[in-house]
């Protein structure tokens, strides 16, 4: 088995540190769902989506996790029943004491398993998922959504979100020392073994990102759940950056997240904003910083493409003519770039 040491660094002392992306694998516990309950932005935006969509429907809550967070709150908004759906027995098996403590076991069923394998008595009228990535659709919402479109939902269905986007900007963060939160290694061991192997994991940073920020910001990827047609599996997208700063460095792209939790109205959920800490942005590093100044133009393509395992995407970044950016869902290579190559020493 290979081994490897990473560098880390009190994240309490540090601007910026960085840790795994952990949400495309089987790595949460208990710090991070207690992290879920917050009452920011993304639990405001959810609760006023559920409770104005639930009353007098059957909802399905896909992914419920240890709390049944939307399923009690779809219950207790006067749904007619709440199916929520679980993958990790453990935690099916937590949810199921949430909804009993909550007073709903006779309205709220927990089902543990992955949606794409059961099948519900009837068809759900609202559909309510937090399957959303750190990359928007990096932890499979499109498969698993169009899915539940197609055997769980009726077509007429409410979904919550209505719509999940990624958006991206260029960063310079050139002569900062980025090392992974030392508190965040036990995160990526358990990604690592999701993976079967290490592998270059995507890494979101932490800290005041948007101070990092030195272009204007465009949406590379806009996934509509309620759109006539669902969503491409894969997809190839194309934008533009302008420079801001006088003269900078650029050392990376910084990918985030945006969710609209309803069509009409409602909150709009910024990753970037500090309004939540559900979704972290993703660094996507350059090979090595890159000069510019203030109106460089710079063209970007981002590509989606459905992993092997037919549900979580792989990524490819191409800004301009530099090297593009590889990110796969589990596999490739470690330790590919002279970035990786810093973090992780000391490979046999």
Not at 214 to 221: D, Q
Request: proline share 8%.
């Amino acid at each position: 088995m290979t081994q490897w040491t990473v560098r880390t660094v009190d994240a309490a002392g540090s601007p910026y540190v960085l840790f795994p992306s952990m949400g495309e694998y089987p790595a949460y516990d208990d710090r991070v769902y207690d992290a879920f309950d917050a009452a920011d932005d993304r639990h405001r935006a959810y609760r006023d989506a559920v409770r104005a969509a639930a009353p007098g429907k059957v909802v399905i809550d896909i992914g419920t996790g240890r709390d049944a967070l939307w399923a009690i709150e779809a219950g207790h908004a006067g749904a007619r029943h709440v199916y929520a759906i679980e993958a990790d027995p453990a935690t099916a098996d937590q949810a199921v004491d949430a909804v009993i403590a909550a007073g709903l076991d006779e309205r709220v069923t927990v089902l543990p398993g992955l949606s794409t394998q059961i099948t519900l008595p009837e068809r759900a009228e609202v559909c309510v998922s937090e399957i959303v990535g750190n990359i928007a659709s990096a932890e499979g919402a499109i498969a698993v959504l169009g899915d539940a479109r197609a055997r769980l939902c009726t077509p007429d269905c409410a979904w919550i979100p209505f719509r999940i986007q990624t958006w991206a900007a260029a960063v310079d963060l050139d002569g900062t020392d980025l090392a992974l939160a030392a508190e965040t290694v036990p995160y990526l061991d358990r990604v690592f073994e999701a993976a079967g192997a290490p592998f270059d994991a995507r890494l979101c940073l932490g800290g005041p990102s948007a101070d990092a920020v030195i272009s204007t910001a465009v949406a590379i990827e806009s996934i509509v759940f309620g759109a006539d047609q669902p969503p491409p599996h894969d997809e190839r997208l194309r934008a533009e950056l302008r420079i801001g700063a006088t003269s900078a460095r650029m050392s990376g792209i910084l990918l985030w997240t945006r969710v609209a939790a309803e069509s009409r109205g409602g909150r709009e959920v910024d990753a970037l904003d500090g309004g939540t800490r559900a979704w972290a942005p993703v660094y996507a590093p350059f090979p090595e910083p890159v000069p510019v100044t203030c109106g460089d133009h710079l063209p970007i393509a981002f590509t989606r493409r459905t992993s092997d395992d037919g549900v979580h995407p792989d990524y490819e970044l191409t800004v301009g003519d530099l090297p593009p950016w590889r990110s796969p869902h589990h596999g490739g290579p470690f330790r590919a770039t002279p970035f990786y190559r810093g973090l992780f020493r000391n490979v046999s």
